[in-house]
């Protein structure tokens, strides 16, 4: 029976032993190894105890508490490496209605397409659990609306939810909506008629018109001024709209995910956004979790841009070079480790990949302590610490409670301390020992 499911599946009794496999199982994750009797924890996994003793969830675990079919995204160990599998297990029951064995059918999780460079990689829990929701969101055609810090890949999220829908053969069209202004933002998006305005000497059809039968991509949805989010509304109401110049309605098709680096709730109270607009992009919200929620994830992200930008050249990181990538802060997130690789890329003549080929620039580096405390002088504690306050505002960029966080007071004396810093500086006195 198992052999009559194309997708690789396994029997497993109460103890986790595998007591059957089929013929795709033995193929995708066996290889040669064998498998009966085995522990299925051991097999996928290589650990010595059940998953939820592991820190993971166990779907066999959590069948048995429910009594229900249970669907999970898992790292798998299997021949060609780690990789996410979509597995879902469902109880077999016997005349009593007692649960006597389960079976596990796995469907491995092809994370992007084939290009590197669209490809997303992660193994920790927080990118895992993202990375399910995005699975399960792919296979309808509701809205979804991505969260997350900027740098932390919600684009590359936002193709992934694109190529694994039933819309993947169409187009993905992205509207950048920073900075769009309200014209430019109805011709743009709407497309408009011949002689509509001056300059338009032809008939330009819209990105929403380009997205038939696709996905809309709306970046940056927070940055689009009031006046245009009624507009939008609109199409997403209606499901049509009206190109500029026109007076034909046209009926739009498409799938929309919308994405933000910004509080988009805290917008909705403050009036900054339409309430009725947030409703409709965001019945399926998934936050991307920042780099410093996924650490474990920083070196196989950090090699496989390595491999995705040195063009062939047989490059490595050395562990001093590991140690460095890990103990570092990332406010930009993975884009900021992208630039960091591709920079090192350049300046390493060899074939390792040294701390000192990573060091950024100086203008984003938090200043050591010989730069900030010239060791001849001795400067007024106060001095210094506005000096210090002035160079970290600087690399945190307005993320006021990390700051804080990092250090070690609250949010209101770092406040306190910054506007004091801002008078200071109004009132034109140079507090800088430099
Ligand atoms: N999981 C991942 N695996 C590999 N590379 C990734 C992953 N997530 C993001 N990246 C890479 O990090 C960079 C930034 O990603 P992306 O542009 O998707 O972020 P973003 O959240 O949309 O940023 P912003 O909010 O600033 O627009 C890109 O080069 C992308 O390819």
């Known amino acids: 029976m198992l052999d009559a499911i194309t997708a690789p599946a396994i ?78 297990l469902s109880p077999i029951r016997d005349e009593e209605g007692e649960i006597r064995y389960f079976v596990e059918i796995m469907h491995p999780v092809n994370q992007g397409d084939r290009h590197l460079d ?53 187009p993905f069209v992205t509207v950048e909506c920073s900075g769009l202004t309200e014209s430019l933002f109805e011709s743009e998006l709407f497309g408009h008629e011949k002689g509509a305005f001056t300059g338009a000497t032809h008939r330009k059809p819209g990105l929403v018109e380009a997205a038939r039968g696709g996905t809309l991509f709306l970046d940056e949805v927070g940055d689009i001024p009031l006046a245009m989010q009624i507009k ?61 929620e996924r650490l474990e994830d920083i070196i196989p992200l950090a090699t496989h841009m390595l491999e995705q930008l040195s063009h062939q050249r047989p490059l490595q990181f050395s562990d001093a070079a590991c140690d460095w990538l890990i103990s570092r802060d990332y406010p930009g997130n993975i884009r900021e480790l992208r630039n960091l690789i591709e920079r090192a890329i350049l300046l390493c003549d060899g074939n390792t990949i040294e701390p000192l080929h990573l060091q950024p620039p100086g203008i984003l580096q938090t200043p050591s302590t010989d730069q900030v405390i010239p060791a001849q002088e001795i400067l007024p504690l106060a001095n210094l610490e506005s000096t210090y306050l002035s160079r970290v505002v600087e690399r945190f960029r307005g993320d006021n409670s990390a700051l804080a966080e990092k250090l070690g007071v609250s949010e209101r004396t770092l406040y306190r301390k910054l506007r004091q810093l801002r008078e200071n500086d109004q009132s034109g006195r140079s507090d800088s020992p430099f």
């Open 118 to 170: 669209r490809q997303m990689v992660g193994y920790s829990p927080a990118y895992t659990q993202m990375l399910e929701l995005l699975s399960r969101a792919a296979a309808g055609d509701i809205s979804v609306l991505l969260l997350g810090e900027s740098g932390t890949g919600k684009e590359l999220a936002a193709q992934y939810l694109h190529s694994h829908s039933k819309r993947s053969a169409n």
């Open 232 to 292: 939008l509304l609109r199409l997403i109401e209606s499901g049509s709209y009206r190109p500029v110049g026109s007076v034909t309605p046209k009926q739009a098709d498409f799938r929309l995910i919308c994405a933000t680096h910004r509080d988009i709730a805290a917008m909705v109270q403050a009036g900054s956004f339409r309430k009725d607009l947030y409703y409709r992009i965001s019945p399926f919200p998934v936050l991307l979790p920042s780099l410093s």
């Open 11 to 88: 029997l497993m009794n109460l103890d986790y032993e595998v007591c059957a496999a089929n013929e795709a199982y033995r193929r995708t994750f066996a290889s040669d190894q064998p498998i009966l009797g085995r522990h299925c924890y051991e097999v996928s996994h290589g650990y010595r105890v059940p998953c939820d003793q592991a820190g993971e969830t166990c779907p066999l675990r959590g069948c048995l508490d429910s009594g229900q079919r249970q669907r999970i995204l898992h790292i798998h160990n299997t021949p060609t490496g780690r990789e996410h599998v979509d597995v879902e």
